[in-house]
């Protein structure tokens, strides 16, 4: 029994495979080279696009300062002590009389 | 050169932190901010409002019609027309209520006028109000 499949190819022809790797790597390297190039040019387009808005004066303006919690409790304490009197309103008589009577 | 760099960079930098910080105080006040929201209209809804009026009326026991909502002409404010019937006490209730609402409101008239004076009956009142709403937002 003749078991060709062990024996070792000893012949290589070229152009033997339909894929050319020369080709295809050419066209990755340029692909990769487009790529970076169009990174760096966006990169730069960002920066200059960036560097145009104006910065926010925000020096000296402490955020705990500027927006204090105390002050939104004291409006919302006011805000619930009119409810709670809208409550003694709804649950009291009228204080005056109806003068038609 | 340097130097002048290095100080806009500081000063930048010094921004950069300030601008941090103030995100994170409006995310510490962010349950409070939304509860002073409901205190305020927006122009573009003003049903809340509207459904608080009808709420007081019926806790009254009066009974309204709001007969104009207007956009303010001079200042962004809403200007509300309505008419409420009832008794001398739910009238009296209503005004106190209003005063009180959730909203900031300023009367600019009020009318007040007995309209049923038969023997026997409880004396029934007609109101005609123009409110300012001052807490309104126009966008």
């Given at each position: 029994?003749?078991?060709?499949?062990?024996?070792?190819?000893?012949?290589?022809?070229?152009?033997?495979?339909?894929?050319?790797?020369?080709?295809?790597?050419?066209?990755?390297?340029?692909?990769?080279?487009?790529?970076?190039?169009?990174?760096?040019?966006?990169?730069?387009?960002?920066?200059?696009?960036?560097?145009?808005?104006?910065?926010?004066?925000?020096?000296?303006?402490?955020?705990?300062?500027t927006i204090k919690k105390e002050r939104f409790d004291k409006v919302l304490e006011y805000f619930s002590e009119r409810e709670k009197k809208s409550l003694q309103i709804l649950n009291s008589p009228s204080p005056i009389i109806d003068p038609s009577l | 050169m340097s130097q002048l760099a290095q100080e806009k960079w500081q000063t930048e930098a010094i921004s950069r932190e300030n601008a941090k910080s103030l995100i994170n105080s409006v995310k510490i006040i962010e349950p409070q901010k939304a509860l002073?929201?409901?205190?305020?209209?927006?122009?573009?809804?003003?049903?809340?409002?509207?459904?608080?009026?009808?709420?007081?009326?019926?806790?009254?026991?009066?009974?309204?019609?709001?007969?104009s909502v207007d956009v303010a002409k001079d200042n962004p404010a809403l200007i509300v027309e309505m008419n409420a019937s009832g008794s001398f006490e739910t009238i009296y209730k209503l005004i106190m209520l209003l005063e009180n609402s959730p909203y900031n409101l300023e009367f600019v008239s009020v009318n007040l006028k007995n309209s049923d004076t038969s023997v026997g009956k409880s004396p029934q009142w007609t109101a005609t109000f123009q409110i300012k709403l001052l807490s309104f937002i126009n966008q």
């Open positions: 029994m003749n078991l060709n499949f062990l024996k070792k190819k000893k012949k290589f022809k070229k152009g033997g495979l339909g894929i050319k790797p020369d080709l295809y790597w050419r066209y990755i390297l340029y692909m990769t080279f487009i790529l970076i190039f169009l990174s760096c040019a966006f990169g730069l387009y960002f920066f200059i696009k960036t560097n145009e808005k104006p910065i926010i004066p925000t020096v000296g303006v402490n955020g705990q300062d | 002073l929201e409901t205190h305020f209209v927006q122009s573009s809804n003003v049903v809340p409002f509207l459904d608080t009026i009808e709420k007081i009326t019926k806790d009254v026991g009066a009974t309204t019609e709001v007969v």
